[in-house]
């Protein structure tokens, strides 16, 4: 990726094996955040119905990063309507 001013930008960073770790934040900012971001995809998202998601992403108890276990996806579902 190149800056305004044409440079090469280049982004590094070493990740924990475990998976990346993230600072606590209110719940209710994060999820209204992404019930925003994520409301057209509601149809979509694997094992919740629209109104399921939309409760579950308001609280930011559902996470496109972590299982329901708390560990990091590292084979992620692709939703066929996707």
Same mark, same amino acid.
């Given at each position: 990726? /190149?800056?305004?001013?044409?440079?090469?930008?280049?982004?590094?960073? /070493?990740? /924990? @094996? =475990? #998976?990346?770790?993230?600072? *606590?934040?209110? +719940? &209710? $900012? !994060?999820? +209204? $955040?992404?019930?925003? &971001?994520? =409301? &057209?995809?509601?149809?979509?998202?694997? %094992?919740?119905?629209?109104? *399921?998601?939309?409760? &579950?992403?308001? !609280? %930011?108890?559902?996470?496109?990063?972590? %299982?329901? *276990? #708390? *560990?990091?996806?590292? %084979? @992620?579902?692709?939703? @066929? #309507?996707?």
């Amino acid at each position: 990726m /190149d800056d305004l001013d044409g440079t090469k930008l280049r982004i590094k960073t /070493d990740l /924990d @094996p =475990q #998976g990346p770790k993230f600072l *606590e934040k209110d +719940a &209710a $900012v !994060v999820g +209204a $955040v992404k019930l925003f &971001a994520f =409301q &057209a995809y509601l149809d979509n998202i694997h %094992n919740y119905s629209r109104e *399921e998601a939309a409760a &579950a992403l308001a !609280v %930011n108890r559902l996470s496109f990063l972590f %299982n329901d *276990e #708390g *560990e990091f996806i590292k %084979n @992620p579902y692709t939703s @066929p #309507g996707l």
